[in-house]
């Protein structure tokens, strides 16, 4: 038997998270997580969140999922926040079965998102 970890709250495999302006003002943006389904025993690298907020409005040093820290940050073709994290250190935080994941960081203006 694969063990595995469903990282999906739902089949779509969209994730969200909210951007907190000073004034409070939220902001639902989605996220898609890749691989959806963690197989614990995978000798992959990466764990990939993409999310619909442009690249060069986020502070990439502060960005992380689950309170794990980002390894490697970059655009997709669309110019939006593409977040890799380390497979390894993403299967010792979480539990078998299915797990909702957290996005989170700060834009370049100081404006945390979650």
């Known amino acids: 038997m694969l063990k595995r970890l469903e990282m ?12 907190v302006s000073p004034a409070m003002a939220q902001t639902e943006v989605e996220i898609q997580v890749s691989p ?9 690298v990466w764990v990939t969140v993409h999310a619909d907020i442009p690249l060069s409005s986020v502070d990439g040093v502060s960005v992380t999922l689950d309170g794990l820290p980002v390894k490697v940050v970059k655009a997709d073709s669309l110019g939006d ?16 079965g299915s797990v909702e994941l957290t996005l989170s960081g700060t834009t370049k203006d100081g404006i945390p998102f979650i």
């Open 8 to 19: 999906a709250v739902s089949a779509a495999v969209l994730m969200t998270f909210l951007l």
């Open 36 to 44: 959806s389904v963690l197989n614990m025993d995978s000798l992959g």
């Open 81 to 96: 926040l593409v977040a890799k994290f380390a497979l390894d250190e993403v299967k010792a935080i979480l539990p078998l």
